[in-house]
């Protein structure tokens, strides 16, 4: 926890004479200390360290009092430094009668605020009448430091663009800072780095993070990456509404619930600008609220919720079922529910994959709408995402581009988005058409369009290309051990009877549960389920369910 302290704005006084350094400190505490952190140092080394670290914390630094004479490092020497890292905060030099040229010639190197000669005594004379006025101008130009999660990184760099929007899907607030601009460029120096080391991410702690894996920054930022037990009732892989649904009800009737999450709970849904369809929100709602709000709920109710652990495999270890991590860990639990959704689809167009997160982002990635200001943007998909999406950019791009390779709208995409996008003047929506191709230098810059009626195609300036197009079950990791169908898809309940005859391996006497996999113990619920409804109210409804068919189970 931050302390009361390390919130004040510093008055930083640096002078290699202890003595002298004591006496400075003495009379700022005395007239400032209930208002200002008041420090020293003894070196230019040391108070540039102090700085760093004040930096990297978001604590604001009001004024810096430098004696001039200081071995290996003079009072302007460190002045000038100290500006690149607080340009806002007033400068003040300590000198002795002899050094007043040398004073003087420092307004104009390092913008020199006063000089003040030494000895100051009294105090109120000679000392407090300056700093109340530079104090007073501090605060009526100042702009205040940002004390959260701070991010530093290039415009067109993936990882950037990934750790951002890992950041958001959490909920978590965090400050972008591009490594090429003045404060970014501050905040890397600070931090002892530099741009080809990005990103950079700065915890509110003041830790730096050099291009931070997921878990490491989830681990940092406040998420929960551990599972506090070894064992379970019950093991829910994925945290979209399914997931988070199962979590849910789990948890609130009595069962002792851990949900495992590889990036973000949400999933797709989560990415949703806008869901207006979904039961008791008539005014609709993100579906980042809905994904917090569920789980600030599963949470209530003692479920535990861990981020950033990938499910490799899922083993049957006599009554217990085992899911495996990419770690190398592994939990047990007397039963699992899948729910690990889909992901979208790659795009097969040359070029497309060589710009993702230059350019090129599966998915919404609510990160980029401010960057869309002014520009044209193309969205690829006909179904309720993708509509989503581009009543979301219209917000903020000069034109959204809708591209669908259907003949309409209407067969893949609901009613009320349709009836928005007609009514939105920059929304254009191209059906028959699809991306062909893709090129840029160190970005995305233009894709090639088709006409599939016509057969023309068209070259358009496309700095980001927003893809919905279709999804693919991330299934792999369950080979060998429950059956799916052709496209990856869980089968469950009756669709496992072929020819009324069970599953291969089931050895109970009693048929499989509507939503048990060909193991028991183990369902599915959402997306990933065979011939589900690919919807948010289904999903969750799913989620319930299968904690009901689990407590059948256990009994």
């Not at 849904?269 to 569920?294: K, T, V």
């Not at 994959?353 to 990160?367: E, I, K, L, P």
């Not at 520009?375 to 993708?386: C, K, L």
Request: with cysteine.
């Amino acid at each position: 926890m931050t302390s009361p302290a390390a919130t004040k704005p510093a008055i930083l006084s640096v002078d290699d004479d202890p003595g002298v350094s004591r006496a400075v400190v003495r009379d700022l505490r005395r007239r400032y200390g209930a208002e200002y952190r008041i420090m020293r140092a003894e070196s230019g080394h040391q108070a540039l360290e102090a700085l760093r670290e004040m930096k990297l914390r978001g604590q604001p630094v009001a004024v810096l009092i430098a004696d001039y004479r200081m071995p290996g490092m003079d009072g302007i020497e460190f002045l000038e430094q100290a500006m690149d890292l607080h340009p806002f905060a007033r400068r003040v030099l300590l000198t002795a009668y002899a050094d007043t040229n040398a004073a003087i010639d420092a307004i104009n190197v390092i913008d020199l605020d006063h000089y003040l000669l030494k000895p100051w005594d009294p105090p109120e004379e000679k000392l407090y009448p300056v700093l109340d006025d530079l104090l007073d101008a501090w605060r009526s130009s100042e702009r205040r430091p940002v004390t959260g999660t701070k991010v530093v990184g290039n415009r067109w760099s993936p990882r950037s663009s990934q750790i951002r929007e890992f950041l958001a899907r959490n909920q978590l607030p965090y400050r972008w800072y591009l490594a090429d601009e003045p404060e970014g460029m501050r905040l890397l120096e600070a931090a002892g780095t530099d741009p080809q080391r990005c990103p950079v991410v700065i915890t509110s702690s003041g830790m730096a993070l050099l291009q931070p894996s997921d878990s490491e920054l989830a681990e940092h930022v406040g998420l929960t990456v551990n599972p506090t037990g070894e064992f379970y009732d019950l093991i829910v892989v994925g945290g979209g509404p399914a997931g988070l649904g199962a979590a849910v009800y789990g948890a609130s009737e009595g069962l002792r619930t851990v949900l495992v999450e590889r990036t973000a709970t949400g999933g797709q849904a989560g990415q949703s600008s806008r869901i207006e369809n979904y039961l008791g929100f008539p005014d609709g709602l993100s579906g980042a609220q809905l994904a917090d709000r569920a789980r600030r709920q599963a949470a209530k109710f003692g479920a535990e919720v861990i981020t950033t652990r990938e499910v490799v495999g899922l083993e049957v270890n006599g009554s217990a079922r085992t899911v495996r991590f990419a770690d190398g860990g592994s939990l047990c639990a007397h039963t699992v529910i899948i729910a690990t959704g889909v992901d979208y689809r790659r795009h097969p167009a040359p070029g497309v994959d060589d710009f993702t997160g230059r350019g090129v982002y599966y998915g919404s990635a609510m990160t980029e709408a401010s960057e869309c200001a002014g520009h044209d943007v193309y969205i690829v998909g006909g179904a309720n995402s993708a509509g989503q999406a581009a009543v979301f950019l219209s917000r903020h791009a000069r034109t959204v581009h809708l591209v669908v390779r259907a003949d309409s709208l209407e067969q893949s995409m609901s009613h009320y988005l349709i009836q928005q996008i007609a009514q939105i003047s920059n929304i254009e929506v191209h059906t028959d058409t699809e991306v062909i191709a893709a090129d840029g230098t160190a970005h995305l810059q233009h894709i090639m369009l088709r006409d599939n009626k016509t057969g023309a195609e068209e070259k358009a300036d496309a700095e980001r290309l927003f893809l919905f197009i279709g999804a693919v079950p991330q299934t792999g990791w369950l080979d060998g051990v429950v059956t799916r169908d052709a496209a990856g898809y869980v089968l469950a309940g009756p669709d496992l009877f072929v020819d009324d005859a069970r599953p291969t391996g089931w050895e109970l006497s009693r048929p499989p549960h509507h939503l048990e996999t060909s193991v028991p113990g183990v369902f599915v619920a959402g997306d990933v389920h065979a011939e589900s409804a690919k919807r948010v109210a289904s999903a969750v409804g799913e989620g319930a369910m299968a904690v009901m068919l689990v407590h059948r189970y256990l009994t």
